[in-house]
């Protein structure tokens, strides 16, 4: 069983940024695509960003791009580690942001992964 452990949330004002960090428990051969999804009270979860390992393929959805960028955390290759810097921050970003990650490189990760962290709580006030 993979574990994915969040960190970085917080409360920031509107035009502000913050950055998010997920590491998981196994090495790297195990996992093949990371990626962000947020669930705002009282809407579904949504898709954020992801990155593949194989050629650093990056997804985001319409509503970061340009604000977000997501990579993978470089301060160990052999470490499942994935970083979301989150930019020029608005009061409709506000939800909890959801780690993800999934052995399969084929996947569509916008569809959803196989493992999935508790989630760390990003406050954005106007």
């Known amino acids: 069983q993979v574990q994915l452990v969040e960190s970085g949330g917080g409360l920031v004002q509107a035009g502000g940024s913050l950055r998010l960090s997920c590491a998981a428990s196994?090495?790297?051969?195990?996992?093949?695509?990371m990626g962000w999804f947020r669930q705002a009270p009282g809407k579904e979860r949504e898709f954020v960003a992801a990155?593949?390992?194989?050629?650093?393929?990056?997804?985001?959805?319409d509503s970061v791009k340009g604000r977000f960028t997501i990579s993978r955390d470089n301060g160990d290759n052999a470490k499942n580690a994935v970083l979301l810097q989150m930019n020029s921050l608005k009061p409709a970003d506000t939800a909890v942001y959801y780690c993800?990650?999934?052995?399969?490189?084929?996947?569509?990760?916008?569809?959803?992964?196989?493992?999935w962290g508790k989630g760390t709580q990003v406050t954005v006030s106007s």
């Open positions: 196994r090495r790297a051969s195990s996992i093949n695509v």
């Open positions: 993800a990650a999934d052995p399969r490189p084929w996947i569509d990760p916008r569809g959803g992964m196989d493992y």
């Open positions: 990155i593949k390992w194989s050629g650093g393929t990056t997804y985001y959805a």
